[in-house]
């Protein structure tokens, strides 16, 4: 279908082209934040919001900002973005296409003369991805006023995280606390294949997961491999392979709603792991993703019940399911999502509703105001690899949806 939009495939080819060479040697698309690389990729940044006409700094969270001010001084902001940095060895597109597509917003208002009544600010967040401080959205928690205080004396690689955070620009000290902000929007690669399988052009993302990581543990019997009958063994790993099984069919029976729903064992260890002696210990850790918390409180109800089935089964002790760690769901705005289902038509890009089952900025933006994002078709569903990709002309669609979209934002909020 050719299109007729208001966005331009070249620029937005530019921009995702010349990050994706700002790369460490020999490891394709690895711009990890607080590197010397990522404030390279950041200055070429800057140089391009200012090219766009955007006023630039860098807010105390060490967020990259490019504000475009509107004729109505005091009105507020919309606010789009994401972020620039990858995991290693990642993506181009991964953060890249939707701080490109923000950018291409406030083009594509330059070209048509529009002058919005709100200011508009385009962000680049720093470290959404998992930093080597083993934390993750420094940025948008920051803005957010939600990273904690400990955080900031986290160490890695000889430097502390405060000192990252002023090595990019930013201020660790300072809190900013940001009523101004009236609506934000994201655009991101799907990260799956639900959009590309169904032919659709946009995803207006309803919700963005709730992530649960539980561990468990399961003490055996060291005994000789060889010599101890198969009827005499507490073998942990035997349980524990049951366990695995038991929490990929709950988490398949979970998903086969309406609702998203995941559960993953990300991690498995044995212990003492010799080839002649029965495995005297086993350690999983399930990553569980819910759009829905009632699916998360029924999973973890469930695998406690596996767990005790497991245990009375094998004769194996297995110790309860041990929550790490428990952040919840995340719904995006009702009104922001009803605007983005608008501007899909209104641009003419086929879409459906579809939840988040990765993390994003958008889910501590959320905190503090309006909040919604949109996905858009990755080749194979691929992310966080060298081969994921993204077509130019499904970026450009996005951000003609954004662009529509902050013009309906900037009428009715």
Same mark, same amino acid.
């Given at each position: 279908m050719t299109r007729n939009l208001p966005t331009q495939e070249a620029r937005i080819a530019e921009d995702i082209t010349s990050l994706a060479e700002i790369t460490d040697p %020999? !490891?394709?698309f690895t711009r990890r934040a607080f590197t010397p690389i990522f404030l390279k990729g950041r200055e070429w940044l800057r140089r391009r919001f200012e090219a766009a006409g955007l006023e630039t700094r860098i807010d105390a969270s060490g967020n990259l900002i490019g504000t475009r001010p509107g004729k109505s001084p005091g009105r507020g902001t919309i606010m789009l973005g994401s972020h620039s940095d990858t995991v290693p060895d990642g993506g181009r597109f991964d953060g890249i296409a939707g701080v490109s597509a923000a950018l291409e917003v406030a083009r594509a208002l330059r070209d048509q003369k529009v002058e919005l009544e709100h200011d508009l600010e385009i962000v680049d967040f720093l470290a959404e991805e998992v930093s080597i401080f083993?934390?993750?959205?420094?940025?948008?928690?920051?803005?957010?006023? =939600?990273?904690?205080? $400990?955080?900031?004396? !986290? $160490?890695? /690689?000889?430097?502390? &995280?405060?000192?990252?955070i002023r090595e990019v620009g930013g201020h660790p000290g300072v809190t900013e606390i940001r009523n101004?902000?009236?609506?934000?929007? $994201? &655009?991101?690669?799907?990260q799956g294949p639900v959009l590309e399988d169904?032919? &659709?052009?946009?995803?207006? #993302?309803?919700?963005?997961?709730?992530?649960?990581?539980? $561990? =468990?543990?399961?003490?055996? !019997?060291?005994?000789?491999?060889?010599t101890t009958p198969m009827g005499s063994r507490q073998d942990a790993l035997t349980a524990a392979a049951r366990l695995v099984l038991g929490i990929e069919m709950l988490g398949t029976e979970l998903a086969g709603g309406d609702f998203h729903f995941a559960a993953t064992v990300g991690e498995f260890s044995i212990e003492p792991g010799a080839a002649n002696v029965v495995p005297s210990r086993a350690r999983l850790l399930i990553d569980a993703r819910a759009e829905r918390r009632e699916d998360m409180e029924t999973f973890v109800a469930e695998l406690a019940a596996l767990v005790e089935g497991v245990s009375a089964e094998t004769g194996v002790a297995i110790e309860p399911p041990l929550t790490i760690s428990d952040n919840l769901p995340t719904p995006c705005d009702p009104?922001?999502? %009803?605007?983005?289902d608008a501007a899909a038509v209104a641009v003419g890009a086929r879409h459906r509703r579809m939840a988040s089952g990765a993390g994003h900025d958008t889910a501590w933006m959320a905190r503090v105001t309006k909040a919604a994002m949109i996905f858009i078709p990755c080749l194979g569903g691929r992310s966080h690899t060298p081969e994921e990709y993204a077509e130019t002309a499904d970026v450009a669609l996005g951000a003609a949806v954004l662009l529509?979209? #902050?013009?309906?934002? %900037? !009428? /009715?909020?």
């Open positions: %020999d !490891r394709p083993g934390v993750s959205c420094v940025g948008s928690r920051g803005m957010a006023g =939600v990273r904690p205080t $400990e955080w900031l004396e !986290r $160490e890695a /690689e000889g430097l502390a &995280l405060r000192d990252g101004d902000i009236k609506a934000f929007l $994201e &655009l991101h690669i799907e169904g032919g &659709l052009d946009v995803g207006v #993302v309803t919700a963005i997961a709730g992530i649960t990581r539980i $561990e =468990v543990v399961v003490d055996g !019997r060291a005994d000789h491999a060889g009104f922001v999502l %009803d605007t983005l529509e979209a #902050v013009k309906r934002l %900037d !009428r /009715e909020l």
